[in-house]
């Protein structure tokens, strides 16, 4: 059995290069550039949110109010739509990434964590590379490969975005058990 304190290398390092192929991919690859859409207006719909929403979080509209998804007036404010989920953040967080980042990367770490023990009690020292990326590769991808789906089942994220996510999940996948693989105890 290999511990998860002598897999700190591959954990560290698959964050650090997760981290770099993700900013690179969001910042240089095509195929994020139309996930989102601009509003019409944007200067009215910036004007609503600032008078409609307390500040940074998750609005989902229209709102049953008391709870009764059932009420007349509820089903019909949804028949007349818009039905939305609306994230505000805050304007900070757009300014200065830098806490983004770090999470980010901290995320990366403990996605590493998870992947290092589910392949310290599947493999031995000296397990072959192959193996080795089976497992972790396997491990990677459900983490960074299904991120979308749930968003796109119940929150409204488009299908097409999630499976995006998806191809970039798998990127990252192929990283961090090449690097697994690579570093794997003898």
Do not use: C
């Not at 009764?68 to 967080?93: C, H, M, T």
């Not at 491990?139 to 089942?153: D, W």
Request: hydrophobic share 55%.
């Amino acid at each position: 059995m290999v511990t998860i304190a002598a897999l700190w290398l591959p954990i560290l390092l698959s964050a650090v290069v997760v981290f770099v192929v993700s900013a690179a991919v969001w910042m240089f690859m095509p195929h994020h550039k139309h996930d989102f859409a601009p509003a019409s207006d944007q200067d009215k719909l910036m004007d609503a949110v600032r008078s409609s929403t307390p500040g940074p979080g998750m609005y989902y509209f229209p709102w049953a109010i008391g709870g009764d998804e059932r009420s007349p007036e509820y089903q019909e404010q949804v028949r007349a739509g818009p039905v939305g989920i609306l994230r505000v953040r805050d304007p900070q967080s757009v300014v200065n990434m830098g806490p983004a980042m770090l999470k980010s990367v901290l995320l990366y770490a403990v996605i590493g964590v998870f992947v290092a023990y589910l392949a310290s009690v599947t493999l031995a020292a000296g397990a072959s590379y192959l193996s080795v990326f089976q497992v972790t590769g396997t491990a990677a991808f459900m983490a960074y490969g299904f991120v979308g789906y749930q968003e796109a089942i119940w929150f409204g994220l488009p299908a097409s975005v999630a499976f995006k996510h998806s191809l970039d999940g798998l990127a990252y996948a192929l990283l961090t058990a090449g690097i697994f693989g690579w570093l794997w105890p003898a």
